[in-house]
């Protein structure tokens, strides 16, 4: 018995270590470590979370108090038929590339740091009836007639995010879409928006300016 003793001792000490090395791998959900997305570019990104245990928020993203107006709480919906996602709904979206994910920040929030895949389209471009805006929903699959009466039909799925619970941009982007008749039920919402993702450690971009 006693020649078994070091064996055992080895054993135990290679299962401590296995165990140890587990509990320090930060996974998205439990089986899942990261996803791989690709952008409309064919752009590949990773996302993962942040893997240094005891790692914190020290930008802009760490305050909890901004002045109201204009950073009021926002509802959990936008309105009962638009569909709120978490984190592994948008991560879903995206990897499986079931629409158009936008950004709808104001560019100089978009360029600091912003979601893999997703593309700005400001929110003050839907408030306005402009060529701009007209070319934008074309892009989404919107038809318009010869009196530019718009067809949604086949307009295509859109998921929107901004900051995060506090901010207005993306429930303002989709209450004008809804307002020009973009069916509901093809728009998505992503409250937790870009504070809830790096709170969660997630992976996020720094854009490169258009020249």
């Known amino acids: 018995?006693?020649?078994?003793?070091?064996?055992?001792?080895?054993?135990?000490?290679?299962?401590?270590?296995?165990?140890?090395?587990h509990a320090e791998h930060v996974?998205?959900?439990e089986g899942l470590p990261y996803v791989d997305v690709t952008d409309e570019k064919g752009r590949t990104y990773r996302i993962e979370r942040e893997q240094r245990p005891g790692s914190y928020l020290t930008n802009t993203y760490a305050l909890t108090s901004r002045p109201s107006p204009p950073f009021f709480v926002q509802p959990?919906?936008?309105?009962?038929?638009?569909?709120t996602f978490g984190e592994l709904e948008l991560l879903d979206?995206?990897?499986?590339?079931?629409?158009?994910?936008?950004?709808?920040?104001l560019p100089n929030w978009?360029?600091?740091?912003?979601?893999?895949?997703a593309?700005?389209?400001p929110f003050k471009l839907f408030l306005s009836d402009t060529p701009e805006r007209k070319k934008i929903l074309e892009s989404f699959g919107v038809v318009f007639d010869e009196t530019d009466e718009p067809d949604f039909s086949h307009a295509k799925t859109l998921l929107l995010y901004c900051n995060g619970a506090w901010c207005g941009q993306s429930p303002t982007?989709?209450?004008?879409?809804?307002?020009?008749g973009y069916p509901a039920e093809k728009l998505k919402y992503y409250r937790g928006g870009m504070q809830s993702w790096q709170?969660?450690?997630?992976?996020?971009i720094v854009p490169k300016k258009k020249e």
């Open 199 to 204: 709170l969660l450690g997630l992976t996020t």
């Open 110 to 117: 978009y360029y600091k740091a912003a979601i893999p895949t």
């Open 93 to 105: 979206f995206i990897k499986q590339r079931k629409g158009v994910f936008i950004d709808a920040r």
């Open 76 to 83: 959990f919906e936008v309105t009962e038929d638009v569909e």
């Open 1 to 21: 018995m006693s020649s078994m003793r070091p064996y055992g001792l080895l054993v135990m000490l290679a299962a401590a270590c296995t165990v140890a090395l």
């Open 27 to 29: 996974d998205i959900t």
């Open 119 to 121: 593309v700005n389209i």
């Open 173 to 180: 982007a989709i209450r004008a879409l809804m307002e020009m």
